[in-house]
Nanobody
Framework: QVQLVESGGGLVQAGDSLRLSCVVSGRTSSRNTVAWFRQAPGKEREFVAAITWSGGSTNYADSVKGRFTISNDNSKDTVYLQMNSLNPEDTAVYYC??????????????????WGQGTQVTVSS
């Protein structure tokens, strides 16, 4: 089993930055890929970014490329999502997810086995 706990969300203004954190614990073989998804009210959960636990590969949704950066610190068992140049369209609950397969190309929520409780990010205009 894997447990994920997100933090770092909040209310910011357009153009501001936030850094989300996801502390990952549990069986290491079940968390070879960790991803961030987000879900806005009335919308489906969408892929934001993913990273292999080794840190060797990353993948980003087109909507966040150049603005968001995913990284991890293995010594702290933590995955980060640095979000810059935020805009109101980034408003959503952000979830951290993990899967055992070590690949960042899968962007579908149904292929991730473990989920955190989510952290709210609200960007005002």
């Amino acid at each position: 089993q894997v447990q994920l706990v997100e933090s770092g969300g909040g209310l910011v203004q357009a153009g501001d930055s936030l850094r989300l954190s996801c502390v990952v614990s549990g069986r290491t073989s079940s968390r070879n890929t960790v991803a961030w998804f987000r879900q806005a009210p009335g919308k489906e959960r969408e892929f934001v970014a993913a990273i292999t636990w080794s840190g060797g590969s990353t993948n980003y949704a087109d909507s966040v490329k150049g603005r968001f950066t995913i990284s991890n610190d293995n010594s702290k068992d933590t995955v980060y999502l640095q979000m810059n140049s935020l805009n109101p369209e980034d408003t959503a609950v952000y979830y951290c997810a993990a899967r055992s397969f070590p690949g960042v190309g899968n962007i579908y929520a149904r292929h991730y086995n473990y989920w955190g409780q989510g952290t709210q990010v609200t960007v005002s205009s």
